[in-house]
């Protein structure tokens, strides 16, 4: 497998991951507003299916398929992936909003589920981003230095995907104020961390002052 592939692969498997969280919050949330019996009615196989789905990815990072299967195997997952989140979203919707009109709570709670999203998905896949990249942390140091840059996106990756699967798991659950506030804490704490250590990475770069 090419390491373009095994990237794919991988950013597949924490996709997965969101998902599950995701699913997890909408679980907790149907247990909370409709009562355990009403949670558990079918919602649950969803849950097992994507946990076996992200399990499977595992098993393919330790022993990938060969590099003309990886394709096909790669574009049937994404497929399977993508069902398991249009199932999610629509039993999710159908049990929770009411027939008549959106509850006024679920809009901005619906909005900040998307934000610890896309959190969680950018940092599934910033560690992954080319050297200047315009989307990357772009600071002095991280630009005079590979290795500054890797460790500050690395950084940055991991706290932003972790961090993001635990406020989406209990954003639908927790007061809207202090999702707000978890989220932007996350970020602030993912981007301190990312400057950091990419800084200690440059000054022991012997490297340094070479354009990343």
């Not at 849950?47 to 098993?59: D, E, H, Y």
């Not at 635990?166 to 932007?184: C, D, E, H, K, N």
Request: proline residues 5%; contains cysteine.
């Amino acid at each position: 497998m090419t390491k373009a592939a095994r990237r794919e692969f991988d950013f597949l498997e924490k996709a997965g991951l969101v998902l599950l969280a995701l699913q997890v919050a909408i679980f907790a949330k149907l247990w909370t507003d409709l009562g355990f019996d009403r949670a558990t009615d079918n919602f649950p196989i969803l849950i097992m299916a994507t946990g076996l789905f992200v399990a499977s990815q595992r098993k393919l990072a330790a022993r990938p398929p060969n590099r003309g299967a990886a394709q096909w195997i790669f574009a049937s997952r994404a497929a399977a992936l993508s069902m398991l989140a249009l199932g999610t979203l629509a039993i999710g919707f159908y049990r929770l909003v009411p027939e008549a009109a959106p509850a006024p709570a679920l809009i901005p709670q619906t909005l900040f589920v998307l934000m610890w999203a896309i959190i969680a998905l950018k940092g599934a896949g910033v560690g992954k981003l080319k050297p200047g990249s315009a989307m990357g942390l772009r600071v002095a140091w991280t630009l005079q230095s590979r290795f500054a840059w890797d460790r500050a996106h690395r950084s940055l990756g991991r706290v932003l995907f972790w961090g993001g699967l635990v406020g989406l798991a209990t954003t639908l659950v927790v007061p809207l104020l202090t999702s707000i506030t978890l989220w932007f804490t996350t970020v602030a704490l993912a981007c301190a961390a990312a400057l950091f250590e990419s800084w200690r990475a440059w000054r022991l770069d012997p490297d340094r002052g070479r354009p990343a």
